[in-house]
């Protein structure tokens, strides 16, 4: 599987937008981006995916770069119910990949 | 509620005691999957399961025995485990295997002593 970097961990003051950002440098034609999050002392919860075209849901927007080589999931208005951590995950549905492959993620702390 | 019920949500158990984990999706989903999460590591997945069949099984050792009655149950058996198997045990459903978004339960918190 292409493997993905986040930093470990980011801080952001409720109620302004965060981007969080995912580097995929190896990342295939075919992969689609995946973030999921996880809140505290609950499972993972799926948040957006996409594979070339940016992407918005009601809960956050996608930005793919060009060259698909990093993304940004932006969280447009920060609450403190977004404090979690936040994977970001590649996936190649053409190789039968059921996999989740989940990375160590980003620790997002909401500040009041 | 994501509609993935674990029971049950802690779990002590001795190494030489027998216990199951429960699983149950009211979502209509045909795939189900077991994953662990130690701390201070990722998620792994353990096992799939799709119509019932189990499609993978990624390199668990065999004090670890899954069970798929229907595709809408799955267990989670456990016998003889080490202290390392600690973990949170996370269940997870989705509609078909190919990229589909999974729905995950609260997880089972287990403490091998």
């Known amino acids: 599987d292409a493997k993905t970097t986040q930093p470990n961990s980011m801080e952001s003051n409720e109620e302004e937008p965060v981007h969080l950002p995912c580097n995929h440098s190896t990342i295939s034609g075919t992969d689609y981006i995946h973030w999921y999050r996880q809140l505290p002392s609950q499972g993972p919860e799926y948040v957006i995916h996409g594979l070339t075209s940016n992407v918005n849901n009601r809960m956050a927007s996608l930005a793919i770069a060009e060259d698909r080589k990093s993304s940004t999931l932006i969280l447009h208005r920060a609450t403190l119910r977004d404090a979690a951590v936040y994977y970001c995950i590649l996936r190649d549905p053409n190789f039968g990949n059921e996999k989740l492959t989940f990375g160590t993620g980003t620790r997002l702390t909401i500040i009041p | 509620e994501t509609g993935v019920t674990q029971t049950p949500r802690h779990l002590v158990m001795g190494m030489t005691n027998k216990k199951s984990l429960k699983c149950e999706q009211h979502l209509g989903h045909n795939a189900m999957y077991w994953y662990k999460q130690s701390a201070k590591k990722p998620l792994e997945l353990m096992f799939v399961y799709n119509f019932k069949e189990q499609t993978e099984n990624n390199s668990v050792p065999s004090r670890f025995s899954p069970e798929c009655p229907n595709s809408s149950h799955l267990f989670l058996h456990l016998h003889t485990l080490q202290p390392e198997d600690s973990a949170l045990y996370l269940c997870?459903?989705?509609?078909?295997?190919?990229?589909?978004?999974?729905?995950f339960g609260p997880g089972t918190r287990l403490t091998v002593l």
């Open positions: 997870a459903s989705s509609q078909g295997t190919i990229y589909n978004e999974q729905f």
